[in-house]
């Protein structure tokens, strides 16, 4: 029998339908897939062989989980996934605030309700993406909040006594009864809160304002936390962690190539963004590799962390810049360039905590320090490694280029210069061709003019040549040339 066809609570005993707990249903339907091959967190990169086995593994214990990690680390996309592992449909009975399951009821309006009707009490099914339920952990969250409290405008209504347990007015906790219920950022809920989850976690009974509700609530918690907040702002309290079958650690992303991945997911662009604005693979990794820089910055609290939101929101504005260019000169479509990286800097300046000697820097030279860092790294990559102390200067594969800047007095590129202008501009330094061809030749006819960028942004990082700030873009020198004129 189709579940849109049973209606009744008679309907569905003659279906045959077994209740079970959601632990059981979570169990069971992991256990279907893990055997079937199907990826169970689909769309969450860099844990398939970290935090994924042991979360399947929390879920097969049928344990509650504890996800502790830095922020950015994908937590509640995890905690949300797991609605994938529900049936699809459950059923309840028609009218129960708190999901009662019809072959077991617990609360007295279904009790009673089933009492009355029998057979023909009405059932209702609900949804899978309904039996997710998430608060986040603030100061401000009580008892009444997660657990209940008496109503007394129920109890004028009904003309009930205070005594009667139906004046009761149930928290989101009972109202999330055969869900999930995350509680995110838990170490920020205070301890006397903590304290009210000790008995549902362990023996699933209820009190509200002297009411002890025998209500063997079936729940799959979820929390999260930062590690940091152990020491910051509060702590989880130990009975509470105690109770918490499994605490499982997620990291950010181990390499550039996961990193992207996620970052490709996770940014909005609409399509004629993706399709008027060209981004080498090289500006890509370059940006990816800031999110590394900064986590290992001398400037970052990396005890607070770096969010892989860093990367995604400088994706969006490393777009934005090219895109706002191409608008400006009036062409369909462009690359982006290596000083484009300047327009993501809004995107770093808010998301990094900075240490003391950060401060003392400023947030947007931290910035560009990691930009900076981030060419630095992968210099090496495309092209031979530059020794601090050369013996032999003449025989540098890049003296050519060097000689060019030596002999010219400078060399501007624009911001706002349109793509004729910048590759004519690139095309003039003649050496950056012959450079390009003998280490790169097969990088792609479109990224090449970011590529001899790079070539000079790289030159600078590795104290070759210089780059100066000039009122409408950068204008890079001989190193020592600009030290003359400096004198």
């Known amino acids: 029998m189709k579940i849109e066809n049973i209606k009744t609570l008679g309907e569905l005993v003659k279906s045959g339908y077994v209740s079970r707990s959601i632990k059981d249903e979570l169990r069971e339907n992991l256990r279907e897939k893990i055997k079937s091959g199907k ?14 086995p042991e979360l399947e593994r929390a879920i097969l214990s049928r344990h509650n989980i504890n996800l502790l990690g830095l922020r950015g680390q994908a937590k509640t996309r995890l905690a949300r996934k797991m609605i994938e592992l529900l049936d699809e449909y459950m059923p309840i009975v028609e009218g129960s605030e708190i999901n009662d399951d019809p072959l077991s009821p617990i609360s007295r309006f279904a009790k009673d309700l089933i009492a009355e009707k029998g057979d023909a009490t009405p059932i209702k099914w609900i949804h899978r993406s309904e039996r997710f339920s ?42 999330a009864n055969r869900c999930i219920f995350v509680i995110n950022e838990l170490p920020d809920l205070q301890a006397r809160i903590q304290v009210a989850l000790f008995n549902i976690l362990q023996e699933g009974d209820i009190q509200i304002r002297g009411f002890k509700l025998r209500m063997p609530l079936d729940m799959q918690f979820v929390f999260t936390a930062n590690p940091e907040d152990y020491t910051n702002r509060g702590s989880i309290v130990t009975p509470l962690k105690d109770r918490i079958g499994s605490q499982i650690l997620t990291h950010y992303p181990e390499n550039v190539a996961i990193a992207r991945t996620i970052t490709h997911q996770e940014a909005k662009l609409d399509t004629k963004q993706s399709e008027s604005v060209h981004v080498p693979n090289l500006a890509k990794d370059l940006l ?16 607070s962390g770096v969010s892989a939101r860093l990367s995604i929101t400088a994706y969006e504005n490393l777009l934005s810049t090219a895109e706002r260019r191409a608008l400006k000169s009036g062409t369909d479509k462009t690359t982006v360039r290596l000083s484009d990286f300047m327009g993501i800097i809004p995107a770093i300046t808010g998301k990094v905590e900075l240490v003391y000697e950060g401060e003392q820097e400023g947030a947007a030279v931290v910035a560009q320090h990691l930009i900076s860092d981030a060419i630095h790294t992968f210099f090496p990559a495309y092209f ?37 202008e910048y590759k004519k501009q690139l095309d003039d330094v003649k050496p950056l061709e012959d450079l390009i061809q003998k280490y790169q030749p097969e990088i792609p006819l479109e990224d090449k003019n970011f590529l001899k960028e790079f070539v000079l942004w790289g030159l600078v990082e590795y104290d070759k040549l210089s780059k100066d700030r000039v009122e409408e873009g950068y204008q890079f020198k001989d190193l020592y040339g600009s030290y003359i004129s400096k004198l």
């Open 288 to 303: 990816e590799q800031i999110s590394f820089e900064a986590r290992e910055s001398e400037y970052i609290d990396n005890k």
């Open 134 to 175: 998430e608060k986040l952990a603030t100061p401000d969250v009580t008892v009444a909040d997660l657990i209940g409290d008496v109503d007394p405008i129920k109890a004028a209504n009904l003309k009930l006594s205070y005594a009667d347990d139906r004046v009761i007015h149930f928290g989101m906790i009972p109202r």
């Open 39 to 52: 990826p169970v967190f689909e769309g969450v990169h860099g844990f398939e062989n970290t935090v994924i």
């Open 384 to 420: 031979p490694k530059i020794e601090k102390l050369e013996r032999d200067a003449d025989a540098s594969p890049f003296a050519k280029v060097l000689e060019w800047f030596f002999t010219e007095s400078g060399f501007e590129l624009l911001d706002d210069a349109s793509d004729a």
